[in-house]
């Protein structure tokens, strides 16, 4: 298993855009979580789905939205991007939904710059 | 609110020197923490937890639950522990979920 996946590794958009990320969990897992990590920050939570449902969301505008598909990969929506969107996007998936009892494998990240 | 602090962001230690990443949160329930680490040009990856209360690569960590605290220890700090080093706190609530909060992060660099 290559662990978790994302797509694509780096984005440049223009602000106003939209953009669209793709996560592929590890084989069997149900839970993928989205973090934002801005330069010389720590990763920020943005949303959790598990079994396809929202199960957590952070303090991030509307202009930011997810799905979990049938086959457990995610999408992260961005919409009327911003030059503060600019980020390391972070993907983690887990077997089950809560972190204390299995661990979260985060993949390499998407690289999204805005100018 | 939970709230996660690292006040280092840099650490610098010799090969050999103990070393201690201190972690501090806010939380008025009983959360879980974790380290999670990230080696230069890999993934963020989990380093320990505090409910396993096991030892990894010879850093532990132990919850203070009256100083709030879950600082990192190892006896004797190695080159390979050179990293960037994330503390983190999950407490369920309704509209988090069971995320992960994420401190600022402590780079750790062990000189020879």
């Known amino acids: 298993d290559a662990g978790v996946t994302q797509s694509p590794t780096h984005l440049i958009k223009t602000r106003g855009q939209h953009v669209t990320l793709r996560c592929s969990p590890i084989s069997g897992h149900k839970s993928v979580s989205w973090y934002q990590q801005v330069l010389g920050q720590g990763p920020q939570f943005i949303f959790q789905y598990y079994e396809k449902e929202e199960r957590g969301r952070g303090n991030f505008p509307d202009r930011f939205s997810a799905r979990q598909f049938p086959n457990y990969s995610s999408e992260l929506n961005v919409n009327a991007l911003l030059l503060g969107d600019s980020a390391l996007y972070l993907c983690a998936s887990s077997a089950v939904l809560a972190p204390s009892s299995y661990e979260q494998y985060f993949g390499p990240g998407t690289r999204l710059t805005v100018t | 609110a939970q709230r996660v602090t690292q006040p280092e962001k840099l650490l610098s230690v010799f090969k050999g020197a103990p070393v201690e990443l201190k972690c501090n949160y806010s939380?008025?329930?009983?959360?879980?923490l974790f380290w999670y680490v990230q080696y230069s040009r890999q993934r963020l990856q989990l380093l320990l937890r505090?409910?396993s209360r096991e030892s990894i690569k010879g850093f532990t960590a132990d919850l203070n639950k009256g100083e709030t605290s879950f600082h990192l220890k190892k006896p004797f700090a190695q080159e390979e522990d050179s990293a960037m080093y994330y503390c983190a706190l999950s407490a369920p609530n309704s509209n988090s979920g069971y995320a992960l909060n994420f401190g600022k992060g402590t780079s750790l660099l062990v000189t020879p």
């Open positions: 505090h409910i």
């Open positions: 939380y008025s329930g009983s959360p879980e």
